[in-house]
């Protein structure tokens, strides 16, 4: 958004802000809800790198595939847990878990 827009907005009396700050999360809900979503991100990328549909995926878990389809769109009913176990069940490493996270933060 360019300055002029943000100056016209500001006069008319609106406040401009992030997600953050419209949902009033702390630092470390932001964070953590980052982890989750670069996770899930992650997993979608690993499944499909190795060529796996969510069907696959959820054969190897013993789960179901909308159950694959809710981690890899990070699902508030998904946890964090869940989502490195789907990780490291793709074979994904310690350190290929260290570098995803991250290269998010960078």
């Keep these: 958004m360019n300055k002029t827009r ?16 419209f949902l009033n999360l ?13 996770l899930a991100a992650g997993l979608r990328k690993e499944r499909t790198d190795k060529g796996l549909t969510q069907q696959a995926l959820a054969d190897l878990l013993d789960s179901s595939q ?8 990070a699902d ?7 989502l490195m176990r789907s ?14 996270l991250a290269t998010k933060a960078a």
Excluded at 26 to 38: F, G, M, R, V
Excluded at 66 to 73: I, P, W, Y
Aim: hydrophobic fraction near 45%.
């Design 6 to 21: 943000i100056k016209q907005l500001k006069a008319a009396g609106w406040k401009l802000g992030n997600t953050s700050d």
């Design 26 to 38: 702390s630092a470390e809900e932001s964070i953590l809800i980052e982890i989750k979503i670069t």
């Design 66 to 73: 909308s159950r694959v389809a809710k981690m890899e769109s």
């Design 76 to 82: 508030p009913s998904v946890s964090i847990d869940l």
């Design 87 to 100: 990780l490291l069940a793709l074979g994904i490493t310690q350190m290929g878990l260290a570098k995803l």
